[in-house]
């Protein structure tokens, strides 16, 4: 099946301090998807992007849809103690996959404060 | 805003019995969806949902699995038989028609089987 690499793991910054983290895969996919989830919680939407080569802000997050459609990257900027999360991309395809998402592992952020 | 209601938020059962999770997805959406999370884990696909009936499965969606949309508003999930690995977070979501690309996750039901 398809496979999403995540990356960092996990990342241990200072308050203040701007954060970047990718996803890249083998397959191509129609959209990318950020989520951010907290203990206990489901996942939730940060930013969706939908072209390639698309750049989208939301507040402080800025996301990207890779040219090839291939990868995506999401950075933080100024983070703050809130940030603290698990940071999942993930892939969908089109309909003809049912919008099925396929996620990254995951990039487990800690913020020092 | 419109949520997914997922109820139990937590489940303990024994190895052998059966579950049912429920989940209310947003009203007006027509593709339901099943996901797993087992701890520390990243989020995999079970199976999703669309005109009564169910359009993909995973391999990790077997026999032991089911789902149905017993009415207009309810989207469950049941295991036949809970084994140890069954032991995870598992989420509904929903998606409106196209264009709506953003997946609606509910808050996730624990089931822990012992």
């Known amino acids: 099946g398809q496979q999403l690499n995540q990356s960092p793991q996990s990342m241990f910054i200072q308050e203040g301090e701007d954060v970047s983290m990718n996803c890249t895969s083998s397959?191509?996919?129609?959209?990318w998807l950020w989520y951010k989830q907290e203990p206990g919680e489901g996942p939730v939407l940060l930013i969706a992007l939908y072209k390639a080569g698309e750049l989208t802000s939301n507040g402080r997050l800025t996301a990207q849809f890779g040219i090839t459609r291939k990868d995506s990257f999401l950075n933080i900027s100024a983070s703050i103690p809130s940030d603290v999360g698990i940071y999942f991309c993930?892939?969908?395809?089109?309909?003809?996959?049912?919008?099925?998402?396929?996620f990254g592992k995951g990039t487990l952020l800690t913020v020092n404060p | 805003e419109p949520e997914v209601t997922q109820t139990p938020s937590h489940q303990v059962t024994q190895m052998g019995q059966e579950v049912i999770l429920r989940c209310v997805p947003i009203?007006?959406?027509?593709?339901f969806y099943w996901y797993r999370q087992i701890l520390g884990q990243k989020v995999e696909f079970l199976v999703s949902f669309y005109n009564n009936e169910i359009s993909e499965k995973s391999e990790i969606f077997d026999d032991q699995f089911s789902v149905e949309r017993p009415d207009g508003s309810n989207f469950t999930l049941k295991i036949r038989s809970t084994k140890l690995e069954d032991s995870a977070m598992y989420f509904c979501?929903?998606?409106?028609?196209?264009?709506?690309?953003?997946?609606?996750f509910g808050s996730g039901t624990r089931l822990t089987v012992v």
């Open positions: 979501a929903s998606i409106g028609g196209v264009p709506n690309y953003g997946y609606t």
């Open positions: 993930a892939g969908r395809g089109s309909g003809g996959s049912n919008y099925k998402l396929t």
């Open positions: 009203s007006n959406h027509l593709y």
């Open positions: 397959s191509i996919f129609n959209t």
